[in-house]
């Protein structure tokens, strides 16, 4: 078993394929319509045949009142592995992300948590 796809939910797939390819350097896999949404993923440019995040719209009913409350109590909806968070939250606020947290030492970690500009927290993490 191995996880194939994962997914956020963003509210407006337009801005939030611009963040995650211009932004975050992933790129687009599937761009397929869908009725008035798509069916839009991202990869890694450093395994395109790996895992990929599904720009989910965030149109359900249930969506905005859980999003809302991870973004109001400060939790990640996910998390991307780099190689050096400290680097990667320099480049990215060069780039004019706004993070919620700079990069912290947490034991065995440096985490950092920045807002993608389309209703998550997404955390970054790399080994110390």
Same mark, same amino acid.
């Given at each position: 078993?191995?996880? *194939?796809?994962?997914?956020?939910?963003?509210?407006?797939?337009?801005?939030? *394929?611009?963040?995650? #390819?211009?932004?975050?350097?992933?790129? #687009?896999?599937?761009?397929?319509?869908?009725?008035?949404?798509?069916?839009?993923?991202?990869?890694?440019?450093?395994?395109?045949?790996?895992?990929?995040?599904?720009?989910?719209?965030?149109?359900?009913?249930?969506?905005?009142?859980?999003?809302?409350?991870?973004?109001?109590?400060?939790?990640?909806? #996910?998390?991307?592995?780099?190689?050096?968070?400290?680097?990667?939250?320099?480049?990215?606020?060069?780039?004019?992300?706004?993070?919620?947290?700079?990069?912290?030492?947490?034991?065995?970690? #440096?985490?950092?948590?920045?807002?993608?500009?389309?209703?998550?927290?997404?955390?970054?993490?790399?080994?110390?």
């Amino acid at each position: 078993m191995r996880i *194939q796809m994962a997914s956020v939910f963003v509210d407006d797939q337009a801005k939030a *394929q611009q963040f995650y #390819t211009e932004v975050l350097g992933f790129t #687009t896999k599937h761009d397929i319509p869908l009725g008035d949404d798509r069916w839009l993923t991202v990869v890694s440019p450093e395994n395109p045949d790996g895992t990929e995040l599904l720009l989910e719209p965030s149109g359900h009913p249930a969506v905005k009142p859980f999003t809302e409350a991870l973004v109001a109590d400060g939790i990640p909806f #996910t998390q991307f592995t780099v190689d050096d968070v400290a680097a990667e939250y320099d480049r990215m606020l060069a780039l004019g992300v706004r993070f919620t947290q700079s990069p912290t030492e947490m034991g065995p970690v #440096t985490t950092a948590v920045f807002d993608d500009t389309c209703g998550n927290l997404i955390q970054l993490v790399s080994p110390v």
